[in-house]
Structures are given as C-alpha cells and as structure tokens.
C-alpha cells in the first residue's frame, strides 16, 4: 500500500484536473451509500461529529474516507477538520494506497464549488468575495479561477486580522485581494459570494445580494448549521450537490420547513447539471444559489486522480 503524504496529494490536485476529475465521474456515477454520522462528547467544547464516507465503482476503485470535525478545535489553535482517506482495488479488496484526507477534502471541496459555478455562475462573474478564513476557504479563489476570469477577490473572517493575513497570502499568490469588515457592502459588490465557515447562524442576508449573484454555500453540513438567512433563496434558482444536501443541511431545512420554497423548487442536482439533464437559464433578474454538503463520490474521484498522477 502506498502512502501519499499531504504535499504528494497537493501536488496531484491542480484544480483544473480536479474539476475535470469530478465533472467525469458525476456524469459516469458511482455507488455512494448514505455516510455514517457519529457524535463525540468533548468536555466543556461543542461535540465533535464522525463522517465515514464510502464509494466505489464496481471493478474498479473503493475508497472511504473518515472525517472528524471539532468546532471547538479554534479555541486550540489547531483546524476544525482532520480526515484519512484510504483506496482499494474494488476487485479484490486489497488495499492501495493511504492518501492524505485533508488535502483531498478541502481540494474537492473547493473544486465542487467551482464546477457548480462553471454552470451556474455568469459568464463574465469576476468579483469574488469569500466568507471564512479556514482551510477550504483559503482555496476558494484559486478554485473559481480555473472556471471564471476572477479579478478582485474580498475575504471577511469574524476575526478581522485572519482575513487581513488572508488577503495577504493571496497578494503573494498574485490575487488582488482585499479584506474587509463590511459583509453587507462586499456582499452587495460581488458577482460570486462563496462561504465557507462552521456557522450555526446565517451569515449573510439576501437583502445584501444583486439580481445576478451566484451564492455558494459550503459549510452548513448539518441540521444545526447555517450560512444564509431565508432571503438569501426568494428570487433565486437553487441547486445541490446531492439529493442528501435536502436532509442534512439547516442551510435549507429550515427554510424548507418554513416553506419558504419546497424540494420541488430546487431545480437540479450537480449531477444533472454534469450530464446536461437541466440547463440553468441565467435570468439576470435572479440569483443562483448552490448548496453542498460533499459527497463520497467526489473524494473518490479526488483519490483515482492522486493514485495516477502520483503512482
């Protein structure tokens, strides 16, 4: 069995491969069980959640993925997720190779978000504006710049001084970035809002948004989780990465509940969008809006691109 440590498993996920790797494997498929959800007790910290993630296509690969997040890990100065990830010959079992869940996860992550936008977000979307400071956040704008001719990109974190060694970092990447501490006025400004943060209550409000926006959420993962207020989703398309996003995410269960749209109104998965099942029709007049929770397709997807590229 191999081992592909954390620079290894960078190295062979440049995101316009990523994207591509995943746009393949959404229109070919794969068999993706429900995930395991497991809670953990931690003294006087928030409980800390277990996802175990399988996936595999028959004769082919098998990969699962274990995923530990710890809300209160800011606190310790240390990130909120770690994960392994582990890739087998689905033939026979035998195990292939070790590769390192967090680069895999945050990458993915990203690149999900980005290969929703290369359908969803105007052509012409050039100002970003990225909501949180974490590890997936801190890919966001090298993502959407595989897909969309990014210009000025904004960061606001709830601690003013990660964002501004935030929009550091992405100076010395060459991006000009900026951050900020008013969401509402860089929320206003963007073409692509994108969040991603382990929130509980919304962070930003559809009053804020233009007719035109397309609103990313990645973080609200959970039932108690919460990124976007109710208005954020009046006057908009909504799409996801999965039909689970509808079961698991406090994102649109709450909303739903309080029927400010139903299951019906969302207009497609990631998947249909792939395999050009619906066609987004761009009305100038209204937002996109897409919401995602993961999928164990997309880290396998992630995992066959790491164990070629890098075997």
């Known amino acids: 069995m191999k081992i592909y440590d954390a620079a290894t498993t960078r190295h062979a996920l440049p995101f316009d491969a990523l994207i591509d790797a995943l ?4 229109i070919t498929g794969c068999e993706v069980p429900l995930r395991h959800t497991h809670h953990v007790e931690v003294a006087e910290q928030p409980a800390g959640t277990v996802l175990i993630m399988p996936a595999w296509q028959p004769d082919g690969f098998l990969g699962i993925k274990t995923v530990n997040i710890f809300a209160g890990n800011a606190s310790r ?10 890739l087998y010959d689905a033939s026979t079992g035998e195990p292939l190779a070790q590769i390192d869940g967090n680069e895999i996860t945050s990458r993915r992550t990203a690149a999900a978000s ?26 966001l704008p090298h993502a959407y710049r595989a897909v969309r001719p990014i210009g000025p990109v904004s960061v606001w974190s709830r601690r003013a001084e990660t ?7 992405w100076r010395e990447e060459g991006f000009d970035a900026q951050a900020t501490t008013d969401l509402a006025g860089a929320a206003g400004e963007a073409d692509i809002v994108t969040c991603a943060t382990l929130a509980t209550e919304p962070i930003v409000r559809g009053e804020w948004l ?13 039932p108690s989780m919460r990124e976007a207020d109710d208005a954020c989703f009046v006057d908009s398309d909504l799409y996801v990465d999965t039909g689970e996003a509808l079961k698991k995410s406090g994102d ?4 739903l509940s309080r029927g400010v749209f139903s299951a019906d109104d969302v ?7 792939c395999r050009r099942e619906v066609s987004p029709g761009h009305d100038p007049s209204r937002r996109t809006v897409f919401k995602s929770v993961g999928s164990a397709l997309e880290d396998l997807a992630a995992a066959i691109l790491v164990h070629r590229q890098a075997g």
């Not at 746009?23 to 959404?26: G, K, S």
């Not at 100065?77 to 582990?86: A, I, M, R």
């Not at 233009?210 to 959970?222: E, P, S």
């Not at 649109?252 to 909303?255: A, D, I, R, S, T």
């Open 23 to 26: 746009d393949a494997m959404f």
């Open 77 to 86: 100065g240390l990130p909120g997720l770690f994960s392994t990830y582990v």
């Open 114 to 139: 980005a290969l929703a936008a290369r359908y969803l977000a105007r052509a012409d979307a050039s100002r970003l504006l990225v909501v949180g400071s974490g590890r997936v956040a801190q890919l």
């Open 163 to 169: 964002a501004e060694a935030l929009a550091r970092q």
């Open 210 to 222: 233009r007719a035109g926006t397309h609103l990313d959420l990645i973080g609200g993962f959970t």
């Open 252 to 255: 649109l269960l709450g909303p």
């Open 267 to 273: 207009k497609g998965t990631l998947e249909a969008l």
